[in-house]
């Protein structure tokens, strides 16, 4: 009876503990709200931001990640009795460019991405906040790179250059992970790293593994709580960045209809289109570009009426430049595989570090030395793992359930087997007093 008894508790933590095993990893990823003790003084406070998402507000912070070099943030109290003082966070800035133009005080740089400054809102006001270029005539420069795919090795050293080069920024061309969108702010601490802003083109690995409804828009909504809209451009020192959201098998019409208007605004000047996808695989045979033929043949379309448009992109995993209808386009590699489909001297991993002077554009790619599965492997367990498991707690509390019922089932083994052995014993030796009866 206690044998059976003990049997269905081990049964009930290990299948307690499975569950909330798997379950960790189909829940939705958590969405940023106020803390319901903040939500009155929150009441009277609108916040707008331009080229900057929201991360967290609360009645005393309020914290953005900006998605553009120069982001503007408005902040009003509607409070018609009472003033207040606000702390604005922004993150993922250079400090080497931004300069905060402003109505604050106290400003500091918490760290080389992040700057705080305290805001002093009296009754029924507004202030506006804008981040400007120290340096609007220098060169820009920027790395660009695709494909990390969970290969934080290579990743690391990738952002170790940046933090020694200090470009202005730098752009990743999607594929971050496989299915588990908790990854994305496993991403957004790693890129801080970087000690420069990192902006993200979202690629097609970012929308598999989609278990909710509708197709993909669901991962999308995660991927933008960190990392921002899926399509935009800025202007930075006389040039357009364009972000392309590539990652679904369509782009469609409204985006096109955005990047068609987003092209056609402003004077000539050079343009960087920063995508996952080709819109055309220079290998013969081989069709890993956007997959909706009359997007593609519509985006070709767009792009080539400016003649000095660049699009950088990623998706193939192997090193080529090259023209396509007249576009140059740079496939700039990855930092997941080492070895192409096509070429291995095109496979290396590696990025491309891009300088744009006022007459001139200077593209290099730079070499990453690569890392084996053992030692991807080794990262994932001995860092990712420990992160996810203590942002997850469900995922926490279910392996503490297996623990106990392994442990459980071992010291069962162990006591039946001791019991086992003392049998044979007595039937081997047995006592005088079994002897006699």
């Given amino acids: 009876m206690k044998n059976s008894w003990f049997g269905l508790a081990l049964a009930f933590l290990a299948g307690a503990g ?21 939500r009155n003084m929150l009441f009277y406070l609108e916040v707008e931001a331009d080229g900057a998402i929201p991360v967290r507000m609360t009645a005393r912070e309020v914290e953005f990640r900006a998605i553009v070099p120069c982001p503007r943030i408005q902040i009003s109290n509607e409070n018609p009795d009472d003033g207040c003082v606000v702390v604005v966070i922004l993150s993922n800035l250079n400090r080497d460019v931004a300069r905060l133009d402003g109505p604050v005080s106290r400003q500091t740089w918490r760290s080389p991405t992040s700057l705080s400054a305290e805001v002093h809102l009296r009754k029924s006001s507004e202030v506006v906040l804008e981040v400007k270029d120290a340096h609007p005539d220098a060169p820009a420069r920027f790395f660009v790179a695709g494909d990390p795919e969970l290969n934080f090795v290579v990743l690391e050293r990738f952002l170790a250059d940046a933090r020694r080069e200090r470009p202005d920024f730098v752009a990743v061309l999607g594929d971050l992970v496989q299915e588990r969108s908790w990854y994305f702010g496993y991403y957004e601490w790693l890129f801080a790293q970087a000690e420069v802003p990192v902006y993200v083109a979202i690629g097609n690995h970012d929308l598999v593994g989609d278990r909710r409804s509708p197709p993909f828009e669901a991962r999308k ?9 899926t399509h935009y451009s800025f202007e930075f020192r006389g ?9 679904a098998p369509y782009m469609g019409k409204d985006q096109l209809d955005w990047l068609e208007g987003a092209l056609a605004s402003g004077p000539p000047r050079r343009r960087f289109v920063f995508a ?18 009359l997007d593609r043949e519509r985006l070709v379309k767009i792009l080539a009426l400016y003649p000095e448009l660049v699009y950088y992109c990623g998706h193939v995993e192997m090193y080529r430049e090259y023209e396509s209808s ?4 740079r496939i700039v590699g990855s930092l997941v595989f080492s070895g192409s489909l096509a070429d291995e001297s095109d496979g290396e991993n590696g990025y491309m570090d891009v300088r744009v002077g006022p007459d001139a554009l200077e593209e290099e790619r730079v070499i990453l030395e690569p890392s084996g599965w053992a030692s991807t492997a080794w990262y994932l367990v001995t860092r990712v793992g420990p992160a996810y498991v ?24 162990f006591l039946a087997r001791r019991a086992k052995r003392r049998a044979r014993t007595r039937e081997e030796h047995p006592t005088a007093l079994e002897r006699h009866a």
């Avoid at 499975?18 to 903040?38: K, M, N, Q, T, W």
């Avoid at 040039?239 to 392309?244: H, K, P």
């Fill in 18 to 38: 499975l569950a909330l095993v798997l379950g960790s990893f189909f829940s939705p990823a958590p969405e940023i709200r106020a803390s319901p003790a903040d």
């Fill in 221 to 229: 909504e995660d991927f933008r709580r960190v990392f921002g809209p």
């Fill in 239 to 247: 040039a357009q960045y364009v972000f392309l959201d590539t990652g």
């Fill in 276 to 293: 996952h996808k080709p819109f055309q695989d220079p290998r013969p045979g081989s069709d890993h570009h956007v997959e909706d033929h």
């Fill in 326 to 329: 007249g576009i140059p386009v």
């Fill in 390 to 413: 203590s942002d997850t707690p469900e995922l926490a509390i279910g392996l503490a359930l297996l623990a106990l019922a392994a442990a459980g089932a071992i010291l069962a083994a």
